[in-house]
């Protein structure tokens, strides 16, 4: 059983930066992809950013030129930088490790931008 633990999450002011990160139990550079996403309350969980095993990353539109995704195989980490963070930014974010066709899903992290 995989387990993603996140970290990172916190209040920060608009405008500021958070790292998160998310480290695998096992090597992630056995996962086809790592993903962040992120969930309002009642709303359904949205991509921010994936990473696929061979570098290739892709964006949600809300946070293209702000956010990046980048990852650490030796350290069996993912990150996200968030930078020029916004209110609207403000949800949990979820880590995600796809091997073949299972998802795995970290507990995710809370972020809180004020304005």
């Known amino acids: 059983q995989v387990q993603l633990v996140e970290s990172g999450g916190g209040l920060v002011q608009a405008g500021g930066s958070l790292r998160l990160s998310c480290e695998a139990s096992?090597?992630?550079?056995?996962?086809?992809?790592m993903a962040w996403y992120r969930q309002a309350p009642g709303n359904r969980r949205e991509l921010v950013a994936r990473?696929?095993?061979?570098?290739?990353?892709n964006y949600a539109d809300s946070v293209k030129g702000r956010f990046t995704i980048s990852r650490d195989n030796a350290k069996n980490t993912v990150y996200l930088q968030m930078n020029s963070l916004k209110p609207e930014d403000t949800v949990v974010y979820y880590c995600?490790?796809?091997?073949?066709?299972?998802?795995?899903w970290g507990q995710g992290t809370q972020v809180t931008v004020s304005s």
């Open positions: 995600n490790a796809q091997y073949g066709p299972v998802y795995y």
């Open positions: 990473i696929t095993n061979s570098g290739y990353t």
């Open positions: 096992g090597s992630i550079s056995s996962f086809n992809a």
